[in-house]
């Protein structure tokens, strides 16, 4: 072979990175954490001004999250995404870790244990769990060009048990949940075989019938799950909040009763408001327009990762963001229908507008990693 047979690569420039950059994505996203900042302080400063605290707490942490989670993205898109091959092992070992380290030294409320305390902060790893997961898959599919046979999809699915169990565990049924859909929508984009995958899902369905039948889930977890079919049996049962929320939707209308004029949201009506119910707050204040304009948003960060994965180089690069779409897609469809009443009751946080420091970093690094791929298509 002569030498003007050969090609070489050249790693790409500052001004050829500016030029793929997805603004759109990153717009979206900004504008959607500023919506949400503000929802959270119109969620919690009333009543954190009854009971004598600061109304600017949750107001001053959100924004901090939002700070450290563009950083946490920016990092991610700099970097090239073809390490995750390489320090996959690593990441898969760490979260195992960290999630038995649960067991040992977390901190519980609310009957679940799921945060370490770090310094004034807590840390959940469960929110990272599903990071890790997409990292993990990815890299596996990426060293097997040829497709996935049984054999390897034995080993995945052996591999993600592990967490997924430890999540469940804890317990913390939600992000259990997110994790078994991004499986399931990573294995189907590398190309597991279509009788697999029937296999899979019937496997999972008489494991969910078997959890139910048997009672091995706990009463309150089943009550949530089944709360939006019931949901005129007593409004002091587990559908409490689900009523609250469909009320203060209910009440917005189509503009809404204006920002922090809430009567549901200042008087804390619906219970948690601030994390898993936040959409009450949109539609209430916002009305059906603001609602509306949320989604649309949302779904322009969906389309724009999507989008990526299509135009990915690599396998590597396509399964990442194929995982990071799944993230947020599941979880924007799961809160917004579990607030409307339409979905299950599973404590799943809404992209960019639930407070939380750990699920807003962990949304704002899917977006990094999907601009990792985006940047470096070619």
């Not at 047979?5 to 001004?15: D, H, I, K």
């Not at 219970?271 to 119910?277: C, G, K, L």
Request: charged letters at 10%.
């Amino acid at each position: 072979m002569s030498m003007s047979t050969l090609s070489f690569e050249r790693p790409a420039t500052g001004r050829q990175l500016a030029a793929r950059f997805d603004v759109v994505l990153v717009l979206a996203t900004l504008i959607l954490s500023v919506v949400g900042t503000i929802m959270v302080y119109s969620a919690t400063r009333d009543n954190q001004a009854a009971t004598g605290l600061s109304s600017h707490y949750y107001l001053d942490r959100q924004a901090m999250f939002v700070v450290l989670g563009l950083v946490v993205m920016a990092v991610l898109a700099a970097v090239d995404y073809h390490w995750i091959e390489h320090a996959a092992t690593v990441l898969y070992l760490g979260i195992v870790l960290a999630l038995l380290s649960m067991f040992a030294i977390g901190r519980t409320a609310l009957g679940a244990t799921r945060w370490i305390n770090v310094g004034p902060f807590q840390l959940q790893p469960s929110a990272f769990a599903v990071l890790a997961e997409i990292a993990v898959v990815a890299a596996f599919c990426a060293r097997r060009p040829d497709g996935l046979e049984r054999g390897d999809l034995v080993k995945i699915l052996a591999l993600e048990a592990v967490p997924i169990l430890l999540v469940e565990k804890q317990p913390d049924l939600g992000s259990a949940i997110v994790m078994g859909v991004v499986l399931m929508v990573m294995l189907v984009m590398a190309g597991v075989p279509t009788r697999y995958l029937l296999l899979l899902i019937a496997a999972t369905a008489l494991v969910g019938f078997c959890l139910v039948d048997f009672g091995l889930l706990r009463a309150y977890q089943l009550q949530r799950l089944t709360s939006f079919i019931h949901q005129n049996k007593g409004i002091q049962s587990s559908a409490y909040n689900l009523h609250q929320s469909v009320a203060a939707i209910g009440s917005g209308g189509l503009f809404g009763t204006g920002l922090f004029k809430g009567l549901g949201t200042n008087l804390a009506f619906v219970p948690e408001q601030q994390t898993d119910f936040i959409f009450s707050a949109v539609g209430e204040q916002l009305g059906f327009v603001g609602s509306a304009t949320v989604l649309v948003l949302e779904g322009i960060i969906c389309w724009r990762v999507l989008r990526i994965a299509q135009s990915a180089r690599d396998t590597c690069g396509r399964l990442l963001a194929v995982g990071a779409f799944a993230l947020l897609a599941f979880s924007v469809f799961e809160n917004a229908g579990m607030s409307m009443g339409i979905m299950p009751v599973a404590g799943i946080p809404l992209p960019f507008l639930s407070y939380g420091g750990s699920a807003t970093m962990a949304f704002f690094a899917a977006i990094g990693l999907s601009l990792s791929v985006q940047l470096r298509q070619r």
